[in-house]
């Protein structure tokens, strides 16, 4: 089976992390916070922010900040993988 170099991922990161559901998944872990505890934090119920870190909906625009401050990552990381991301949390 011959594979191609070029189809190698862009970066090391888990392809699961590809979305913005992803992110705010990996990004929560690495807070240190539970589904529970975050929901709470950022004021929505348990099944929207399941519902965010699943795929199965986005946050809304005026949520973004609100989120990148909580998970402390940039908002560029959450919508498409660019900028301060979770591993970069000193």
Do not use: C
Not at 23 to 37: C, M, P
Not at 64 to 79: E, G, K, N, T
Request: charged share 25%.
């Amino acid at each position: 089976m011959h594979t191609d170099a070029t189809l190698a991922p862009r970066t090391a990161v888990d392809t699961a992390y590809d979305t913005i559901g992803g992110r705010i998944s990996l990004a929560r872990d690495a807070v240190g916070f539970t589904v529970e505890e975050i929901s709470a934090i950022a004021g929505v119920t348990v099944e929207t922010w399941s519902n965010w870190e699943n795929d199965r909906a986005e946050p809304r625009a005026n949520r973004l900040d609100m989120l990148a401050r909580i998970l402390q990552v940039s908002i560029a990381w959450l919508l498409d993988g660019q900028g301060k991301g979770p591993m970069e949390n000193g």
